[in-house]
């Protein structure tokens, strides 16, 4: 889809991890804030400090744009999405609040609900998906009760590619007045998201993954319409406003953003973002690498068993095992001897794994690219063949 | 000698402030960044300085394009 550079003969299928390699328009962004503007954004009134913000400002709008959000301030840069994520849920939720899950959470969303029901902060009902992953909206709506605070879904998830009925899901919480969030880390760039249609209150994600910026950068999207008092600051701290006062402000997004801003990472994130919206067939292109693959795979390589959950769009993350192999030697193997690179375990999922059975042992997970190619995937089935036969 | 005279759009935040430029430099309203005058403000960031002439046309765009501020103050 997109040309390669410098990644020499290795193949890189780890991209629900973290995408790689990135579009170069991503290092030259990085590289002209750092090399030419390089001050603080909003702290000082020099012409580079106005740089800098105007830097932060061309995100906020990109984003913004991206996912249908009309108030750029409402677009607050985070260090991943596992920042975001705790920002909204610690934010929202308060003693004695009633909050919903799902079994296909990654632990940026399962591990700090655990840890506010554990401190006797929240209840917490987590909604079982089925045997692939998919959830009924119409479950979610039979957890509801008075209490209900919040709502907590992962878009797709980073196990299976599993693609949740968000749209569903969050009209049910918007006509009960539930506060929707939304983790978009597998989704974001692939799959299109609208903060209004989708009824969307937060929206966390990586900057890092399928929108192709850097690591440490990320983002949490607050809907146009709500009440951003509702959200608790975790971090306090300067924001270059309201210098005069020992008060932290109570306005998007300097309530959310303490401290000096990764600027060259957002400056990466947007190139990142800008660079994806030139391309209209990502979705596409994954579909067409994941049935491909996943068609030879199956024909070809003994005992390949995978975890897809059947006729919904891909989104170019596979988990699969090779039955008698351990998941971890198959991928040190692909690693080493065939330069192919992918994740084995459980990927920070353990709910998901037990929720498709895979738990404890956990698969192989591939997760494709722009940059992958059809024949980086026959290397791919040719080097498992191999394996599988031993 | 109106023409001359200068004003300044002061935010509660530079974000607002750059916000502000970009919308008023795109709507055809001339203006730029200056440090925050200390006479005005103890902020540490920038405002949006423009004509005086031109302050009811920003206002009224401001205001309408839900862009908070502060206020608007003669220099």
Redesign the interface.
């Known amino acids: 889809m997109l040309n390669k550079n410098n990644t020499g003969s290795v193949i890189y299928f780890d991209n629900a991890a973290t995408t790689f390699p990135k579009p170069p328009e991503v290092a030259e962004a990085m590289l002209h804030y750092i090399r030419d503007i390089g001050a603080n ?6 012409k580079l ?2 740089a800098a ?2 830097t ?2 061309a995100g ?2 990109t984003l913004a744009e991206f996912f249908h959000l009309k ?3 409402h677009v607050i840069f985070t260090g991943n999405a596992t920042d975001a994520l705790n920002m909204a849920i610690r934010g929202v939720l308060q003693t004695g609040d009633h909050a919903i899950t799902s079994s296909m959470e990654h632990n940026s969303t399962i591990r700090p609900l655990h840890r506010m029901q554990k401190d006797g902060i929240i209840d917490l009902s987590i909604v079982q998906a089925d045997s692939g992953g998919l959830l009924d909206p119409q479950d979610v709506r039979k957890a509801m009760n008075s209490k209900t605070k919040a709502v907590i879904i992962n878009h797709v998830s980073n196990v299976n590619g599993c693609i949740q009925p968000i749209r569903e899901i969050g009209k049910i919480c918007r006509e009960r007045g539930i506060i929707f969030i939304v983790d978009a880390a597998q989704s974001a760039g692939i799959f299109p998201i609208s903060m209004q249609e989708d009824f969307i209150d937060l929206l966390g994600m990586p900057g890092h993954k399928s929108l192709y910026g850097p690591t440490g950068s990320g983002a949490l999207l607050i809907a146009d319409d709500f009440d951003p008092k509702k959200i608790h600051p975790l971090k306090c701290g300067g ?6 006062s020992i008060e932290q ?1 109570d ?1 998007l ?2 309530m959310l953003e303490s401290g000096t801003l990764n600027v060259a990472g957002i400056a990466g994130f947007t190139a990142g973002v800008q660079a994806i919206q030139k391309i209209d067939s990502i979705q596409n292109h994954k579909q067409k690498l994941q049935s491909y693959f996943l068609a030879r795979a199956e024909n070809e390589i003994p005992n390949f068993r995978h975890f897809t959950h059947p006729n919904l769009p891909a989104a170019g993350v596979i988990s699969f095992i090779l039955e008698k192999f351990s998941v971890s030697e198959v991928a040190q193997i692909l690693s080493d001897k065939y330069n192919i690179m992918c994740r084995q375990g459980l990927h920070c999922a353990p709910l998901a794994h037990k929720t498709l059975g895979t738990f404890p042992d956990g698969t192989l997970r591939f997760g494709f690219s722009i940059f992958n190619t059809k024949e980086e995937i026959d290397t791919a089935i040719e080097a498992l063949k191999s394996i599988a036969h031993g | 000698m109106d023409k001359l005279k200068k004003s300044v759009i002061l935010f509660h935040s530079t974000n607002y402030a750059i916000w502000a430029q970009n919308e008023l430099q795109a709507n055809g309203l001339p203006c730029k960044m200056i440090s925050v005058p200390r006479q005005l403000s103890s902020d540490c960031g920038y405002c949006v300085q423009m004509e005086t002439q031109d302050k009811p046309k920003a206002e009224q765009f401001l205001i309408a394009a839900n862009i908070e501020f502060d206020r608007i103050d003669d220099l």
């Open positions: 954004p909003g702290r000082s009134g020099h400090a106005i913000g105007q932060v400002f906020r709008r108030n750029p301030m924001t270059g406003s309201l210098s005069d402000p306005f997004p300097d």
